[in-house]
């Protein structure tokens, strides 16, 4: 199982990003593929999350109407834009994947229901 992310970098307020991730080595559409970040001395927080055919999506609140996460089941991709960043968004950004186990599926944003996790990519605003 691999899930590769890119797209980080330096920023300034204000301006845009997108990652990117990648995933190989398991049945990309059984999963709910999320984002989570974080920040040098604090907990991994939720960033948002989008459902198996992309149709469906959870945000965190920090990131409500600022932020979009995307899905492209034929390429196995999961990207997340984000606009007007802030220095506060500054965190290692890392792409996730979390397994559904019914039809009635939620959009999970704990950390302990994600199965895999990328290796993370920085994202660094600058004030």
């Known amino acids: 199982v691999q899930l590769q992310a890119s797209g980080g970098g330096l920023v300034q307020t204000g301006g845009s990003l997108r990652l990117s991730c990648a995933a190989s080595g398991f049945i990309f559409t059984s999963y709910v593929m999320g984002w989570f970040r974080q920040a040098p001395g604090k907990e991994r927080e939720f960033v948002a999350a989008i459902g198996l055919r992309g149709g469906t999506f959870n945000y965190a609140d920090s990131v409500q109407g600022r932020s979009t996460i995307s899905r492209d089941n034929a390429k196995n991709t999961v990207s997340l834009r984000m606009d007007n960043l802030k220095p506060e968004d500054s965190a290692v950004y890392y792409c996730?994947?979390?397994?559904?186990?019914?039809?009635?599926?939620?959009?999970?944003?704990?950390?302990?229901?994600?199965?895999?996790w990328g290796q993370g990519t920085q994202v660094t605003v600058s004030s």
């Open positions: 996730a994947a979390s397994p559904v186990r019914s039809v009635f599926y939620t959009l999970p944003d704990e950390t302990t229901e994600y199965r895999y």
